[in-house]
């Protein structure tokens, strides 16, 4: 099974200004060296974590999507990032999964910062997701979903295998907690026996809230794989070995003692 190739994206955001956010990040897609599998962006990568979504909630025809499937197309790799979202009269912080022909799939975050006020303006997400890539399993999520280990469990059937194989995260996770973030990756990753790849931004925002960035991919031994320094404008291409996720899961069998639970609604 092949290696996956993933570019983490981390940057600044003009707040609130679509366009602007689309200009930009097309310069740093086309300066992504060769083809990767996947293109991470951060959290609300259009607009910045606002809380005021009317103004600049999107359907799902419009710029934004219509951006993503032509630089998933242009380049060739899956392009991945949440946006505020408008449907049936609803606002949503969605994770768009937009591969190379267009057919996209999403996520609704599920668990809402409350803290925030998320949770007054955004509607929650009920299912999760996992896609398939080049043969791994991967399993979406954005931000605060991170500090929830139950919501994120991995599990193991001898019928369908490991749920997943990374655990995916967007973020706009403040430098105020941006230790909680390293070490949450780093157990997510631990207890899951899975790769974890987390995207932050980094600058200040139009409520002054300051981001440091910290992007990670973490291996399932919870080591480090990537060398992104908090606080720089930084694109990092890093590969997730599949042997080495094979290995580990072989050699370290404590999946196999995992409890047997599923969430209920």
Same mark, same amino acid.
């Given at each position: 099974?092949?290696?996956?190739?993933?570019?983490?994206?981390?940057?600044?955001?003009?707040?609130?200004?679509?366009?602007?956010?689309?200009?930009?990040?097309?310069?740093?897609?086309?300066?992504?060296?060769?083809?990767?599998?996947?293109?991470?962006?951060?959290?609300?990568?259009?607009?910045?974590?606002?809380?005021?979504?009317?103004?600049?909630?999107?359907?799902?025809?419009?710029?934004?999507?219509?951006?993503?499937?032509?630089?998933?197309?242009?380049?060739?790799?899956?392009?991945?990032?949440?946006?505020?979202?408008?449907?049936?009269?609803?606002?949503?912080?969605?994770?768009?999964?937009?591969?190379?022909?267009?057919?996209?799939?999403?996520?609704?975050?599920?668990?809402?910062?409350?803290?925030?006020?998320?949770?007054?303006?955004?509607?929650?997400?009920?299912?999760?997701?996992?896609? =398939?890539?080049? +043969?791994?399993? *991967?399993?979406? $999520?954005?931000?605060?979903?991170?500090?929830? @280990?139950?919501?994120?469990?991995? &599990?193991?059937?001898?019928?369908?295998?490991?749920?997943?194989?990374?655990?995916?995260?967007?973020?706009?996770?403040?430098?105020?907690?941006?230790?909680?973030?390293?070490?949450?990756?780093?157990?997510?990753?631990?207890?899951?026996?899975?790769?974890?790849?987390?995207?932050?931004?980094? =600058?200040?925002? +139009?409520?002054? *809230?300051?981001? $440091?960035?910290?992007?990670?991919?973490?291996? @399932?031994?919870?080591?480090?794989? &990537?060398?992104?320094?908090?606080?720089?404008?930084?694109?990092?291409?890093?590969?997730?070995?599949?042997?080495?996720?094979?290995?580990?899961?072989?050699?370290?069998?404590?999946?196999?003692?995992?409890?047997?639970?599923?969430?209920?609604?």
């Amino acid at each position: 099974m092949p290696h996956l190739k993933i570019s983490l994206i981390q940057s600044d955001l003009h707040w609130e200004d679509i366009e602007r956010n689309l200009e930009m990040f097309t310069g740093k897609i086309s300066e992504v060296d060769g083809q990767p599998d996947l293109i991470v962006l951060p959290e609300m990568f259009t607009t910045g974590f606002t809380q005021e979504p009317g103004p600049v909630a999107e359907p799902m025809e419009s710029r934004s999507m219509q951006w993503m499937e032509e630089m998933a197309r242009k380049k060739g790799s899956v392009m991945t990032g949440s946006l505020v979202v408008r449907e049936n009269g609803k606002f949503y912080n969605r994770l768009i999964w937009m591969p190379p022909d267009g057919n996209y799939s999403f996520y609704n975050k599920n668990h809402l910062f409350s803290f925030a006020g998320e949770d007054k303006s955004f509607e929650p997400g009920d299912d999760q997701l996992v896609v =398939g890539l080049n +043969g791994w399993k *991967i399993m979406l $999520s954005v931000c605060y979903d991170l500090r929830f @280990p139950v919501w994120c469990r991995n &599990s193991y059937s001898s019928e369908k295998g490991f749920k997943y194989d990374c655990l995916l995260n967007v973020a706009n996770w403040p430098e105020a907690r941006s230790h909680a973030w390293r070490i949450l990756l780093m157990g997510r990753a631990i207890e899951n026996q899975a790769f974890v790849a987390g995207v932050n931004r980094i =600058g200040k925002d +139009g409520n002054g *809230i300051s981001y $440091s960035g910290d992007s990670a991919v973490i291996s @399932p031994q919870g080591e480090s794989l &990537s060398g992104i320094m908090p606080f720089k404008d930084a694109t990092e291409t890093v590969v997730m070995t599949r042997c080495q996720l094979d290995d580990f899961r072989k050699t370290f069998k404590s999946w196999a003692d995992w409890d047997d639970f599923s969430l209920e609604s």
